[in-house]
């Protein structure tokens, strides 16, 4: 499949040639939650509302401690058409998160699922990396996404249940995560992001940071393994056209650099992907207005397989 790479970098970029609705949805977010306080009966029909549209779920495992939670967003419409099929985004939370933080992060991840008709899932990632791990037999979680999560939301939701139409983002730890597993899984996810992702974080100067050494083992006696888990060593698995790929990160981040690398190194390997870098730090700030354009990327992909 080949995309108009200049008309989707204006949508993007310039936000000028979104579909209607996404259109909406950027230049009209939702207004800000009512004043419990100032209208406690309207602040509660607003909250049973927005609640509806989130449901937590403990998924059962044979490859994590079971069972793991996870937080998936409908859109809100999704009960009024039970014979419509939606595409399915899967949102990777950063180190110490879990399911709770894209929910909490995105703000308005409700608004867009209905938008942009997505079903939005969010995993605990438990400071996994999102990796199997060689030393710890109870922490595979690329086994526990690839192998478990994304078959039940297949088999319990209606989803279109084919790479196409099936993402991978997240941000920080999990913007590692959906790289590593998109390039190791082409043949379940089609398209992959990353929002100032830790993309070649497994190194000696992180030797003793995020837990990478609790999933691993230690970096001196581990290098060859640190190198072989990180985001950036997947890159040779791909091929151009496998996947489509947004990577941002802001210009003041301590990961621009990796970013900036890992962005190279998909050049070298002549790999399409948007790469934007914009002014912003590791923060909950960045991510929150990252997240719609990372959507309004997969939406566009979506709907050219329509």
């Not at 979104?18 to 419990?36: E, G, H, L, S, T």
């Not at 100032?38 to 029909?45: D, L, Y």
């Not at 899967?90 to 867009?112: A, F, I, V």
């Not at 086994?143 to 039940?152: M, R």
């Amino acid at each position: 499949m080949k995309l108009n790479r200049i008309l989707l970098a204006i949508a993007i970029i310039a936000m000028t040639s979104a579909p209607a609705c996404a259109q909406k949805a950027i230049d009209n977010p939702p207004a800000p939650a009512v004043d419990a306080k100032a209208n406690p009966a309207k602040a509660a029909e607003q909250e049973r509302a927005d609640s509806q549209q989130y449901t937590v779920i403990d998924i059962p495992s044979k490859n994590v401690v079971s069972p793991l939670k996870c937080t998936v967003i409908l859109p809100k419409h999704y009960d009024a058409f039970p014979e419509k099929r939606f595409p399915v985004v899967y949102l990777l939370n950063g180190y110490d998160g879990d399911h709770r933080q894209w929910p909490s992060t995105g703000r308005y991840l409700h608004r867009y699922a209905t938008a942009y008709e997505m079903i939005l899932v969010c995993p605990d990632g438990r400071d996994s990396w999102y990796w199997d791990s060689p030393i710890d037999p109870k922490m595979k979680m690329e086994s526990f996404i690839t192998e478990e999560l994304v078959p039940y939301i297949d088999s319990n939701y209606r989803t279109i249940a084919d790479r196409r139409h099936r993402a991978i983002s997240g941000l920080s730890m999990g913007g590692h995560g959906a790289m590593y597993l998109s390039m190791r899984h082409p043949d379940i996810f089609g398209s992959a992001g990353s929002m100032s992702g830790g993309l070649n974080a497994p190194q000696k100067k992180w030797a003793n940071s995020w837990k990478m050494k609790l999933r691993l083992g230690p970096y001196a006696a581990n290098a060859a393994r640190w190198r072989e888990h990180s985001a950036i060593a997947q890159i040779a698995r791909i091929k151009p056209g496998d996947l489509n790929l947004i990577i941002d990160c802001g210009a003041d981040d301590f990961f621009a650099g990796i970013n900036d690398e890992f962005h190279q190194a998909l050049v070298a390997a002549k790999i399409p992907h948007d790469y934007i870098v914009r002014p912003g730090r590791h923060s909950h700030d960045y991510w929150r207005n990252s997240i719609r354009y990372h959507l309004l990327f997969f939406h566009t992909v979506f709907e050219a397989e329509e």
